[in-house]
């Protein structure tokens, strides 16, 4: 059985410009979760994506959004990078929206926009 | 502001007993958990407790769970220097996937 899988482990971007970051769910997972955590705090939930659409959707502007493929990978597009997206990005694969007692988080994407 | 509250520091002698204390505030929480993160790592599961129960035991790690105060807590017992890490405190409610996170607790074991 194969984990949460990211990529890529860091990314360096300029304000202003659009980054893909994609995330493999767990084998047998339909559900992937994304969260932003800033140096220094918690992961902030940003939205999830169940069966290939949207479930669910945190504080966060539609310059982020999301996409997930009949696989169920997932990827999150962020436009018009800001210097506060520089956060870690956590992708969390779990078998179904509710089950987060079997959600497992994958390593993450470090991103840094200058 | 964070809805999930944790100290943000503790410090302990390997061997020794760590405490990690976290309050809440929804009462509907159904879930609540806590997450190990080493550095530059993702977060990894510890251990979880459903709202229903007061304590919940699994080898070194004891949670306990004040519902009437909404306070969480996590005891390691006979800390390792493995033991160095941030412990983030979570809820979540019933039906809902989204996982609400503390600040996270800086745990530094000292030989």
């Known amino acids: 059985e194969t984990g949460v899988t990211q990529s890529p482990t860091h990314l360096i971007k300029t304000r202003g410009q659009q980054v893909t970051l994609r995330c493999s769910s767990q084998?047998?997972?339909?559900?992937v979760s994304w969260y932003q955590q800033a140096l220094g705090q918690g992961p902030q939930f940003i939205f999830q994506?169940?069966?290939?659409?949207?479930?669910g959707r945190g504080n966060f502007p539609p310059r982020f959004s999301g996409l997930q493929f009949p696989n169920y990978s997932s990827e999150l597009n962020v436009n018009a990078l800001e210097l506060d997206d520089s956060a870690l990005y956590l992708c969390?694969?779990?078998?179904?929206?509710?089950?987060?007692?079997?959600?497992?988080f994958g390593p993450g994407t470090r991103l840094t926009v200058l | 502001g964070e809805d999930v509250e944790q100290s943000l520091f503790l410090s302990v002698r390997e061997g020794d007993s760590s405490v990690i204390n976290c309050t809440y505030t929804?009462?509907?929480?159904?879930?609540l958990y806590w997450y190990k993160q080493e550095p530059g790592a993702g977060l990894q599961l510890l251990t979880y407790?459903?709202?229903?129960?007061d304590m919940k035991q699994d080898q070194r790690l004891t949670v306990l769970l004040n519902k009437k105060d909404k306070h969480l807590s996590l005891r390691i017992a006979d800390t390792q220097t493995g033991d160095s890490a941030i412990y983030f405190c979570?809820?979540?409610?019933?039906?809902?996937?989204?996982?609400?996170f503390g600040a996270g607790t800086q745990v530094v074991v000292t030989p």
């Open positions: 407790i459903f709202s229903n129960m």
């Open positions: 994506y169940y069966r290939e659409e949207e479930n």
């Open positions: 979570a809820e979540t409610l019933r039906g809902w996937g989204k996982l609400q």
């Open positions: 929804d009462s509907s929480s159904t879930y």
């Open positions: 084998s047998g997972h339909n559900t």
């Open positions: 969390a694969s779990s078998s179904d929206p509710t089950s987060t007692d079997t959600q497992y």
